[in-house]
């Protein structure tokens, strides 16, 4: 009785209920993935639990073959986790107490707001309610079109499971295949680079950003956040895809073979795959040393705020730039769209930065210890994990016990965000003292 009112007297934050629920789902898909009705063949219990957590932070990379070591019941295990993983459980368990009729609480409503990333309690339920209708509409909807291209290729079965497993996959932005090479077979086909771009283009941009596209009339009503994002992913795809069809057109081993139709189709999917999707149709092995720091780049960038994306996220880099931009300007202000940015977003978005930099900087620091790959790859792997994206260079399936360990952190701590990360591991305390001001010289 003693240790039930001592349970009951442990008081959590959001963030650390965020930290353990995904905790929870990654060891449970684990457990399942396990199982013999899982798998061809057994596999170790830390293939199982790196699979549990590539899947749950809908990441993508894979130290086993996904299409050939997993039976259709693993396979639907991962597609699961890839599910709940992308829309937040908070998403699935609003959903549960909305059918059961029950009212949700104030705790529940702060919950949800962290897991979305927003500032505001209002709206809370109604923008989980379009969210999941726009989910699985998307998903069903893209299934279908995919099958109507896979089923004549591959069985009903087969065709409908493979539909419905890539359109999940890539509205979650996870990155999973079937298929060992990911999407290479289809570098020039036209209906899979539209619909699995589109998919998870429209997964990453963020959710707040499809609500209000969905209730607004026009650009000039959108809210800043949802003109910012679509503005800046624009900008930053058609400029990553510029940059790599130039940088990979006479690599033969990449764009050089094909002929032009296919080198545009395949610049576009791998400009915009890096943020964060993962999937890619030419090998990432092989493309030029510019190019793979471009990836890096965008991996570390990654989607949209309250989306099935990671990364440090787009607005956080937009605000970054804009506030250096500003300070060399000499103004006292960001502003964007006639709108300042307020001082807060600033230091959040510095916040940010900086415990992403670090948190990878530590992966690959461990990473060069404990792997024997050249150190490009090492980088690679580690922005990869931490954008959850699922992007490799050939290192994921040689990685050691400890380097599993190492990605699977920065997997986890990529998904959830490092600042809610920070906030699960500290406890926040209120400054009630204000301190005379000092000057130090920087720079």
Known sequence: MKKLNWFRKIQMSPPQVLALTFLAAIFAGAALLSLPISTIEPISIIDALFTATSATTVTGLVVVSTGNDFTMFGQFIIMILMQIGGLGLMTFAILIILLLGKRIGLRGRILIQQSFNQYSLGGMIRLVRVLLIFAF?????????????????????????????????????????LWDDSLSAYVGDPTVNVLITFLFISGGIGFTVLYDIWKSKNFRTLTLHSKVMLVGTLIVNLAAMFFLFLSEYGNMQTLGSLPLSDKLWASYFQAVTPRTAGFNTIDIGSMEVGS???????????????????????????VIVLSVVSYLKGKKEVVIFKRAIPSNLLERSLAIVFISITAIFLGILTLSYTENAPFEWIVFEAFSAFGTVGLSMGLTGELSFTGKIVIMALMFIGRIGPVTFAFALARQQTEKIRHPKGDIFTG
Do not use: C, D, Q
């Open 292 to 318: 793979i720091v471009m990836i890096s780049l965008l991996m570390f960038i990654g989607a949209g705020s309250a989306s099935t994306g990671s990364g440090i996220k787009l607005t956080t880099f937009l």
């Open 137 to 177: 509409s998307i998903e069903i909807l893209a299934a279908g079109i995919l099958a109507i291209r896979w089923v004549p290729e591959y069985g009903w079965t087969y065709g409908l499971f493979t539909s419905a497993f890539h359109s999940i996959s890539a509205f979650n932005n996870a990155g999973f295949s």
